[in-house]
């Protein structure tokens, strides 16, 4: 089984890339949130979370090897969830990808199909499946943004603090951008000056967001 790769990214396709890997040119599906991320890492190392599976294996189409790369850990495990879904294979499953699993999940905890239906070829029929069967099962991926972040009166964070880079980091990698990331951090501790490890910091984002009710932006 192929859990990661590592490469230099040769090619960005539509909703592909190639790496070149000790002579080798390895063939990559990956999303649409992914692919933004890799597109100004043209012809430098990259890595990826990767799922190998076979197309076709159940009898259905001639059986092809695929390589669906991600760009975290988080996107990795979503989607392993995403794709148990009835009616939701691995391909479907990429398209969809279109905005941070972060918010994605938050709106199947929640229950929001609105959300869900934004996404390519998730219809409200099929929106109301996901949640149905999902729901109660991706919340450690479900961290929101904060509607009420006072942008005019943010706390300066060291780089240098490791609790609060670490809690940066897990938002990183539920898919959300660095600058969103560190303005839900400083509201957290803002909120809650007495946090001390990056869990509660997390911890408070979410609490704060199901509080108010204010969906991902």
């Given at each position: 089984?192929?859990?990661?790769?590592?490469?230099?990214?040769?090619?960005?396709?539509?909703?592909?890339?190639?790496?070149?890997?000790?002579?080798?040119?390895?063939?990559?599906?990956?999303?649409?949130?992914?692919?933004?991320?890799?597109?100004?890492?043209?012809?430098?190392?990259?890595?990826?979370?990767?799922i190998f599976y076979i197309q076709g294996a159940r009898g259905v189409g001639n059986m092809t090897p695929v390589l669906v790369g991600f760009a975290t850990d988080a996107e990795k495990g979503f989607f392993e969830h995403f794709i148990t879904v009835g009616g939701i294979g691995p391909r479907a499953a990429l398209k969809a990808l279109t905005?941070?699993?972060?918010?994605?999940?938050?709106a199947i905890e929640e229950g929001d199909s609105s959300v869900l239906t934004t996404?390519?070829?998730?219809?409200?029929?099929?929106?109301?499946?996901?949640?149905?069967?999902?729901?109660?099962?991706?919340?450690?991926?479900?961290?929101?943004?904060?509607?009420?972040?006072?942008?005019?009166?943010?706390?300066?964070?060291?780089?240098?603090?490791?609790?609060v880079e670490e809690a940066i980091e897990v938002l990183l990698q539920l898919g959300y951008r660095r600058q969103e990331s560190e303005d839900m951090v400083r509201h957290a501790i803002r909120k809650q000056d007495k946090i001390t490890t990056a869990e509660a910091i997390i911890q408070e984002i979410f609490k704060s967001s199901a509080k108010s009710g204010a969906g991902p932006k």
């Open positions: 089984m192929i859990s990661a790769i590592t490469g230099n990214l040769s090619q960005v396709q539509e909703d592909r890339v190639i790496l070149e890997v000790n002579g080798f040119s390895y063939e990559v599906l990956v999303s649409p949130i992914t692919l933004g991320a890799l597109l100004p890492e043209r012809d430098q190392e990259v890595s990826l979370k990767t905005m941070p699993v972060g918010r994605i999940a938050r996404l390519p070829g998730i219809g409200k029929q099929k929106a109301a499946k996901i949640i149905a069967e999902l729901k109660g099962k991706v919340g450690r991926f479900a961290v929101a943004v904060d509607e009420d972040v006072d942008f005019e009166s943010r706390i300066v964070i060291s780089e240098e603090d490791d609790v």
